[in-house]
């Protein structure tokens, strides 16, 4: 059946770096998008990135544009993402996702807490 | 980004129905076709319950409908049951390839 697990999360001080994995079966990766969606404790869903089936295109959201970097392998049925210059308000439970237009499978999250 | 517009919270009886608003722009809701709807219970991963705007996936209850006019998406619950209270997030995936939620609806079953 289809599944999605995150890892990678933990506690890293303000300005630090974590990358966060994504490790999908199941289901063929390399034709489905990918998001990364994070849930701060106690809020809303917060759309962070997209990478597109092929790994051709990307977008990201503006609070996280320019620290954050998705990527994949195809080879490895691996999402990856690579946050750098962490602040306190990244705190959250990040989740991946598959599909593009609609994510109709996620993964249980990975939580990353940046605190001091 | 901005978010969707959702009524923070709903609520109906057992065998009731409840419908749950979800409001943007001409920008997302509008004019995509891509409304979706998820629902997530606590300490869960969010499931998709419809996508573009009123398509189930496999193993939904058609209890669960979707609709849209203009730039505002609904949800409806029909015959409401225990296992439905949960927080519903409308989302959207606009032009701009990035995927819009709305605040959240927390629905309780009385």
């Known amino acids: 059946q289809v599944q999605l697990v995150e890892s990678g999360g933990g506690v890293v001080q303000p300005g ?16 489905y998008g990918i998001h990364w969606v994070r849930q701060a404790p106690g809020k809303g869903l917060d759309w962070v990135s997209v990478i597109w089936y092929d790994g051709t295109s990307k977008f990201y959201a503006d609070a996280v544009k320019g620290r954050f970097t998705i990527s994949r392998d195809n080879s490895k049925n691996t999402v990856y993402l690579q946050m750098n210059n962490l602040r306190v308000e990244d705190t959250a439970l990040y989740y991946c996702a598959r599909g593009k237009t609609a994510p109709n499978s996620w993964g249980p999250g990975t939580l990353v807490t940046v605190s001091s | ?71 505002t998406a609904s949800l409806t619950v ?31 079953v009385l």
């Not at chain 1, 630090?16 to 034709?31: E, I, K, P, V």
């Not at chain 2, 049951?81 to 990035?98: F, I, K, L, P, V």
């Open chain 1, 16 to 31: 630090g770096s974590l990358r966060l994995s994504c490790a999908a079966s199941g289901f063929t990766f390399s034709d």
């Open chain 2, 1 to 71: 980004q901005s978010t969707l517009t959702q009524p923070p919270s709903a609520s109906g009886s057992p065998g009731q129905s409840v419908t749950i608003s979800c409001t943007g722009t001409s920008s997302d809701v509008g004019g995509s076709k891509f409304v979706s709807w998820l629902q997530q219970h606590p300490g869960k991963a969010p499931k998709l319950m419809i996508y573009e705007v009123s398509e189930r996936p496999s193993g939904v209850p058609d209890r669960f409908s979707g609709s849209k006019s203009g730039n």
């Open chain 2, 78 to 108: 029909s015959g409401l049951q225990a296992e439905d209270e949960a927080d519903y997030y409308c989302s959207s995936y606009a032009g701009s390839n990035n995927l819009l939620f709305g605040g959240g609806t927390k629905l309780t």
